[in-house]
């Protein structure tokens, strides 16, 4: 059995527990600490700290992120504070705890678990998570391979970004009842059907606590949809379960010598300037 300690850093508080990657359980009571306000990297370090210590954790510990990570780096910072872009957290985070810490975009590991141990169990081909909260996240994923940060709530629809306008928090600043929240997520969602066909979407975030409000009013062309099952567990359940492969860049699957694409063909003379 491999134990890891997931940590999911959210807007409001900072979760962690030791993880049993293998079933994706959780094998101590979740410990939560509320997020210092404006969660500028030095506080929330000491934070990561604290957890790791009350865990005593000896052995890699995953991290979620609510932005782009990409090798290790944060690089956005859509709902937390800016000095976050740019940053080596990976390191700020192995130097506060002493262990090798892996960072991940929070819906990417969302919806790894939930492809794995969730509402995505044993689905093949195309999985597109998406968690609504106080933005939209997206976990992009293929027989069980993620592809990372895909950040899909900042796509541009109706002349803003899907978040802006489909979010849990849009839902509440523009006070609308379930049904016409509903139908926004459902215009976004067929957008996404056209670009990705997914074999099944996952609706996760806070709102998957309250499907039975929503749940009847989403209409897709002709993608499933079911609402996520690991609730506010998937985060530290995938951060925990990329900490074990080292990282969201080293996912891999193995390739078959039968399914590699083939080698690219030389330039045709059509294609030549003469
Ligand atoms: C961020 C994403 C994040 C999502 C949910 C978005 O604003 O850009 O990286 O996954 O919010 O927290």
């Given at each position: 059995m491999?134990?890891?300690l ?15 990657t293998?079933s994706?359980?959780?094998l101590?009571e979740?410990?939560?600490i509320p ?25 890699p ?12 780096r944060?690089?956005?910072a859509a709902n937390?504070?800016?000095a976050?872009?740019g940053?080596?957290?990976?390191a700020?985070?192995?130097?506060a ?15 790894l ?7 995505g169990a044993?689905v093949n081909?195309?999985v597109?998570?998406?968690t609504f909260?106080?933005?939209i996240g997206s976990a992009?994923?293929?027989?069980g391979v993620l592809?990372?940060n895909t ?6 629809l109706?002349?803003r ?6 979010s849990?928090?849009?839902r509440?600043r ?18 996404l ?8 979407f996952?609706i996760?975030g806070?709102?998957s606590?309250?499907?039975d409000k ?5 209409k897709l ?8 099952k690991l609730?506010?567990?998937?985060g530290?359940?995938?951060a925990?379960m990329?900490a074990q492969e080292?990282?969201?860049e080293?996912?891999?699957q ?9 080698a ?5 003379k ?5």
């Open positions: 491999s134990v890891i997931g940590i999911d850093i959210g807007g409001s508080g900072i979760k962690g527990a030791p993880v049993d293998a994706g359980k959780l101590k979740r410990h939560r997020t210092p306000e404006g969660a500028h990297p030095d506080a929330v370090k000491g934070v990561v700290a604290e957890l790791a210590k009350h865990f005593g954790v000896d052995g510990i995953g991290v979620t992120f609510p932005g782009i990570v990409q090798h290790g944060t690089l956005s937390v504070d800016k976050w872009i940053l080596d957290a990976d700020l985070f192995t130097e705890t002493g262990q090798a810490v892996h960072l991940i975009n929070d819906a990417d590991a969302a919806g678990a939930e492809a794995r141990f969730g509402a044993g081909g195309t597109l998570v998406l909260g106080t933005g992009l994923i293929h027989n592809v990372p950040e899909l709530g900042h796509l541009w109706r002349d970004e899907a978040e802006d306008w489909a849990d928090r849009a509440e523009d006070d609308l009842n379930w049904k016409q929240w509903s139908k926004r997520v459902s215009t976004y969602l067929q957008h059907e056209l670009l990705f066909s997914p074999d099944l996952i996760g806070g709102v606590k309250k499907a929503w749940q009847e009013h989403i062309e002709r993608s499933r949809f079911v609402p996520a609730l506010n567990e998937a530290i359940v995938g925990a990329m080292g990282g969201p080293a996912q891999q193995e390739i078959s010598p039968t399914s590699q694409s083939p690219p063909k030389p330039a045709s059509a294609g030549k300037k003469k």
